[in-house]
Nanobody, 125 residues
Framework: QVQLVESGGGLVQAGGSLRLSCAAS????????MAWFRQTPGKEREFVSG????????YYADSVKGRFTISRDNAKNTWNLQMDRLKPEDTAVYYC??????????????????WGQGTQVTVSS
């Protein structure tokens, strides 16, 4: 059974940092594209960052570029999102996602096959 489990969310003041982690189990994800999305009430799920299966290519939404860093450890079946200089508008539920095709990083959440349950990130002003 495939399972993705996020951790690392919480409450932080503006300008602070958080590190989200996603642990995958049930199969080897080394060939999968991995990504992070976020969602706030009443809005669609939004692409935040993605990383290719090799880790050689990374992509970021313009709103987080220069502040967030995505990484992965294929040996451990984990990937992370380091979030620095957080802003109140970063407040959302963050989801990790995996795309089995692994052909590229897509912004459309419908391209992803597996999802975590989400972790809340709250940034206070």
């Amino acid at each position: 059974q495939v399972q993705l489990v996020e951790s690392g969310g919480g409450l932080v003041q503006a300008g602070g940092s958080l590190r989200l982690s996603c642990a995958a189990s049930g199969r080897t994800f080394s060939s999968y594209t991995m990504a992070w999305f976020r969602q706030t009430p009443g809005k669609e799920r939004e692409f935040v960052s993605g990383i290719s299966w090799s880790g050689g290519s990374t992509y970021y939404a313009d709103s987080v570029k220069g502040r967030f860093t995505i990484s992965r450890d294929n040996a451990k079946n984990t990937w992370n999102l380091q979030m620095d200089r957080l802003k109140p508008e970063d407040t959302a539920v963050y989801y990790c996602a995996a795309d089995a095709a692994g052909r590229g990083v897509y912004l459309d959440p419908r391209r992803y096959d597996y999802w975590g349950q989400g972790t809340q990130v709250t940034v206070s002003s």
